[in-house]
């Protein structure tokens, strides 16, 4: 099976992916800490939660540069 193939149409990169996990990461870690260092616990709702679901999405992107061609990690990111 070629590239063209797959859902995306190319093959996601795996080093971009973890590139992006680890920032979106330590992001949400330090919106986290500054919220409760800070206690603007309206960051979690807004920050901390965004960034959550950022690394979700990434990680679905992570799992298509592994399998690219199941459809599971294209429908979660």
């Known amino acids: 099976m070629s590239a063209e193939d797959t859902l995306y149409g190319y093959f996601p990169s795996k080093s971009i992916s ?3 996990l680890s920032l ?3 992001s949400s870690l330090w919106h986290a800490a500054q919220a409760t260092y800070y ?3 309206w960051l979690f709702a807004t920050a901390v939660f965004c960034g959550t679901i950022e690394i979700l999405g990434w990680s679905g992107r992570l799992w298509s540069s592994i399998t690219p061609f199941n ?3 294209f429908q979660i990111q």
């Open 18 to 20: 973890i590139t992006f």
């Open 71 to 73: 459809k599971t990690p």
């Open 24 to 26: 979106f990461g330590a």
């Open 39 to 41: 206690r603007a616990y």
